[in-house]
């Protein structure tokens, strides 16, 4: 019975499935590295988002305007993370997205730090802050909006 009132909680906070669920509890990501080693791969913008979950200033990132075929992947340990052809326009400053590449490449957290309830992203390889899940995203396809920090992402064009 527990394992039923278990999955039906973490189904309605983090509406997501099986998969999502095992990665919100993940605390072990399979890159590890101090906070020392961090600070010296990162730029200090990087840092503070992947590392401290900072939030970078809207409409600075680069990769707003970025429409070609491709991936994003971490720019801490290069995990895949989103796909040009699920990205969108949501006019909020931030690349923005409707589904993850892959949701086992993810990690998904219920986040309370607004004042609201949101559900935080994590890169599932190395832990980093990526951004957060909204509801306001497209109807036509999920009706989901990751909103993800563009400094913590970097952009692989496809060689098609």
Not at 39 to 60: D, G, H, I, M
Not at 99 to 121: H, L, P, Q, T
Not at 128 to 154: M, Q, S, V, W, Y
């Amino acid at each position: 019975m527990k394992k039923i009132v278990l999955l039906f909680v973490t189904i309605i906070v983090f509406g997501c499935d099986g998969n999502a669920q095992k990665n919100a509890i993940r605390n072990h990501y399979p890159v590890q590295k101090s906070d020392a080693e961090w600070k010296s791969e990162l730029t200090p913008q990087e840092y503070q988002v992947l590392r401290k979950k900072a939030t970078e200033p809207a409409f600075t990132s680069e990769l707003l305007g970025v429409k070609v075929p491709g991936t994003f992947i971490c720019a801490a340990c290069g995990n895949e993370l989103y796909k040009t052809a699920h990205k969108f326009d949501s006019g909020t400053g931030w690349p923005s997205f409707d589904r993850a590449y892959k949701d086992e490449n993810m990690v998904y957290r219920n986040d309370r730090s607004f004042g609201y309830s949101a559900i935080e992203v994590l890169c599932g390889n190395c832990g980093g802050h990526l951004g957060h899940i909204f509801n306001d995203g497209p109807e036509e396809t999920t009706g989901k909006r990751h909103c993800i920090n563009g400094i913590a992402l970097d952009f692989v064009e496809d060689q098609n």
